[in-house]
T-cell receptor
Framework: GQSLEQPSEVTAVEGAIVQINCTYQ??????LSWYQQHDGGAPTFLSY????GLEETGRFSSFLSRSDSYGYLLLQELQMKDSASYFC??????????????FGKGTKLSVIP | DAGVTQSPTHLIKTRGQQVTLRCSPK?????VSWYQQALGQGPQFIFQ???????QRGNFPDRFSGHQFPNYSSELNVNALLLGDSALYLC????????????????FGPGTRLTVL
């Protein structure tokens, strides 16, 4: 099976930087993704890491260490609109179910003035 | 370009009833996945449809069934509704041409909020 751990809540100040960590356990591994979901909205894809290292997309960056089964999402220059829930998600290998995307329980980010 | 659409947006049912939820994928997408999201939780995978067949199923009972049509749209059916089935039901689509089934990028619809009384 697959499981993911991420903090339930994080609060940060507008303009600051925040890091949301995610550790995972999976019988296979086919990439770590991050999704954002505003209250009442649909999850939207932010980033994907298939290999170790840092991926940068604008103010958002995502990091993966496969040897540590660990990744994080880094949000820079926080804006009020970044207040949302952030989910990490993994897909296992073909033997464990490569089509199933398993999500963490989510981290609720609150950006304060 | 229309994104993923779902209908209805809200639904209220009573225990024991049956419900059908509908999803139209993003234009050009051939794969549809369904998720259940309880309040304060992450989406949980129900099943995925590709080429009109259920390709994989999550840990959900047989009361949950689905269908995919030739135009790639999909339905989720839930029989014998229980109070615990109250949740947001999300449909997500993806395309083989953007990584196919192995693409972690899925496009989600706005969901159907199901309330079972």
């Amino acid at each position: 099976g697959q499981s993911l751990e991420q903090p339930s809540e994080v609060t940060a100040v507008e303009g600051a930087i925040v890091q949301i960590n995610c550790t995972y356990q999976t019988s296979g591994f086919y990439g770590l993704s991050w999704y954002q979901q505003h209250d009442g909205g649909a999850p939207t894809f932010l980033s994907y890491n298939g290999l170790d290292g840092l991926e940068e997309t604008g103010r958002f960056s995502s990091f993966l260490s496969r040897s540590d089964s660990y990744g994080y999402l880094l949000l820079q220059e926080l804006q009020m609109k970044d207040s949302a829930s952030y989910f990490c998600a993994v897909r296992g290998d073909a033997g464990a179910g490569s089509y199933q995307l398993t999500f963490g329980k989510g981290t609720k980010l609150s950006v304060i003035p | 370009d229309a994104g993923v659409t779902q209908s209805p947006t809200h639904l209220i049912k009573t225990r024991g009833q049956q419900v059908t939820l509908r999803c139209s994928p993003k234009s050009g997408h051939d794969t549809v996945s369904w998720y259940q999201q309880a309040l304060g939780q992450g989406p949980q995978f129900i099943f995925q449809y590709y080429e009109e067949e259920e390709r994989q199923r999550g840990n959900f009972p047989d009361r949950f069934s689905g269908h995919q049509f030739p135009n790639y749209s999909s339905e989720l059916n839930v029989n014998a509704l229980l109070l615990g089935d109250s949740a947001l039901y999300l449909c997500a689509s993806s395309s083989i041409y953007s990584g196919g089934a192995f693409s972690n990028e899925q496009f989600f619809g706005p969901g159907t909020r199901l309330t079972v009384l």
